[in-house]
């Protein structure tokens, strides 16, 4: 039986959880589930196989991709789909930079989201707490021997995601 002691959360870059599928398939990769723009959580995996989210902790973690393009020129295609205005995030660092205002979670996902948390969090035992360090790599994180929800920014420089969700 895999013993995951991560929970890793990703934005997924694309419009919806369907083309967020389509993308990971084609790239090869994959995610244990993904929460779409009305907040719908869909299980793509069950958790006790390696899903391929995040270079050098899958072994050892769950993650999710949470809808959402990023960049502020989709949020007119939100609105036209009847999802609303997304959020805009602004002066959120991540590796010491801060970054150029974005597109941010619906309420309603990061409350999907936290309830995500819970949920595995009671299934697999990771604590629902945060990394020992916030808006940049963590070492426990990195190397697999965190127990916590992080951000794919905690286990590399080279990722952003999901900068914003608690800073």
Request: charged share 15%.
């Amino acid at each position: 039986q895999r013993k995951p002691n991560m929970f890793i959360t990703h934005w997924d870059v694309c419009l919806s959880s369907s083309s967020c599928a389509k993308v990971l398939s084609q790239r090869n990769l994959s995610v244990h589930y993904l929460i779409d723009n009305d907040s719908s959580i869909i299980q793509c995996l069950d958790s006790q196989h390696v899903a391929y989210h995040a270079s050098g902790v899958n072994s050892v973690s769950i993650g999710v991709e949470v809808s959402c393009a990023y960049d502020l020129k989709w949020q007119s295609w939100y609105e036209s789909k009847g999802y609303g205005s997304r959020p805009i995030w602004k002066d959120k660092v991540v590796h010491g930079r801060t970054l150029d205002p974005f597109l941010g979670f619906y309420d309603k996902q990061i409350q999907a989201l936290a309830a995500l948390w819970e949920a595995v969090s009671w299934a697999t035992g990771i604590p629902l707490q945060l990394p020992d360090v916030s808006n940049t790599v963590d070492p426990k994180v990195a190397n697999g021997t965190a127990r916590c929800c992080a951000n794919h920014y905690h286990v590399t420089a080279k990722k952003i995601d999901s900068a914003g969700l608690n800073n």
